[in-house]
T-cell receptor, first 117, second 110 residues
């Protein structure tokens, strides 16, 4: 089954304690990205990656890091979490260029609900 | 950037009723998707529909790209249809970030 997985699904942590949210896709997609969803602000992109070892900032990158060492994985790292990073996080992936296919649907993971106290 | 407006913002239906949700966007787009966010927060892909019409069971969608709008039709609604419906678009250039509308919150009552 084609899917994007995230772990953990729920996490409560304390300010300053480093954490990593993992994301993995099994569709061989070149493109992956992270979003956060906040009430009244909608979904905003944090970081994205066009391929292995190619990452760049989205709309709200401050306080986050990412890496793309393998095509299937795109972890989100919070080096020193703060309460303003309490949010619902989504990982997404898509084909970057489909040639004749031209179907650039983005697939989202199930979400990670993070609370930082 | 692209502006995406969805209407209505809230909708309450009795089970079995039909509804139409609208998405207007401010610029030409290459990709358009409809999502359902269920009460557990998961974003479920409904349609990838940059143009034309698609149907999947009780749901169907139509995008008129030249007039910059898309419609999502829900027929014979069920309580499990409750949640928030999002339209999202992107230009398929640069960051490929989806721009989401603010959503339509649907409540289907038994």
């Amino acid at each position: 089954e084609a899917q994007v997985t995230q772990n953990p699904r729920y996490l409560i942590t304390v300010t300053g304690k480093k954490l990593t949210v993992t994301c993995s896709q099994n569709m061989n997609h070149e493109y992956m990205s992270w979003y956060r969803q906040d009430p009244g602000l909608g979904l905003r992109q944090i970081y994205y990656s066009m391929n292995v070892e190619v990452t760049d900032k989205g709309d709200v990158p401050e306080g986050y890091k990412v890496s793309r060492k393998e095509k299937r994985n795109f972890p989100l790292i919070l080096e020193s979490p703060s309460p303003n990073q309490t949010s619902l996080y989504f990982c997404a992936s898509r084909v970057l260029s489909g040639g004749s296919m031209k179907a650039y649907e983005q697939y989202f993971g199930p979400g990670t609900r993070l609370t930082v106290t | 950037g692209i502006q995406v407006e969805q209407s209505p913002p809230d909708l309450i239906l009795q089970e079995g009723a039909n509804s139409t949700l609208r998405c207007n966007f401010s610029d030409s787009v290459n990709n358009l998707q409809w999502f359902h966010q269920n009460p557990w927060g998961q974003l479920i892909n409904l349609f990838y529909i940059p143009s034309g019409t698609k149907q999947n069971g009780r749901l169907s969608a139509t995008t008129v790209a030249t007039e910059r709008y898309s419609l999502l039709y829900i027929s014979s609604s069920q309580t499990t249809d409750s949640g928030v419906y999002f339209c999202a678009v992107d230009l398929d250039t640069g960051r490929r970030a989806l721009t989401f509308g603010s959503g339509t919150r649907l409540q289907v009552q038994p």
